[in-house]
């Protein structure tokens, strides 16, 4: 993965990018594209893609800790789905910065979709970051509220994961809710009262229980 300025790719390869995230993500997980490629031209986020010219796979990132990066956004192109271009993708994330410790994500949490081939789909996902060496974060499933295209409100069932660089622990629940409430308010864009009402809600529940599977 090569770290880029939006600014420095060609119209082809923006629009690409755009495709990528707008086809991977639904309105109400995706900020507005514009606005993410200039925060990362502006250095507030790092873009990386496989290729700058015809990219296929691209990660948005954000530094939350000298130590810990945000993995804000991860897809792959459609049409290279399923050849092993996302495992590649997390090989050579993890081996850019080796003085990291590691980074934080989230995932759809298994038994909140829509339906059973959403949460099978939400399976198979968690199973993929599983392989490739990911596992979950020491908070409980995170509810974060959002907003649909068309302004109806929406609650988004998560569970933070870690993927570490080094040998190291995941941070533990302190850590995780000082480097969330960080991604809460720059990624999410919650305000700050939100972002602790949305890991206190976090925090009560222990990890093997999940507010969306304990109703």
Partial sequence: MIAVNPSDLSPTAQGRIEEILTTSFPPEELAPVDWLMQSCADGHRRLLVDDPIEPDALMLLVDVDPKVRYLEYFAVHASKRNRGRGSAALRALVGLDTTLDGYIFEVDAPGAG?????????????????????????????EIPATTEDDSSVTLHMWPMWLPVRSVAAPNRDASVALYEIVLIESYLLSGDQARETLGMALAHPRGIDPVNDL
Avoid: I, P
């Avoid at 959403?118 to 060496?133: A, S, V, W």
């Fill in 114 to 142: 829509t339906d059973a081939d959403d949460n099978r789909f939400r399976e198979r996902r968690l199973g993929f970051y599983q392989r490739n060496g990911a596992s979950r974060s020491e908070l409980s499933a995170l």
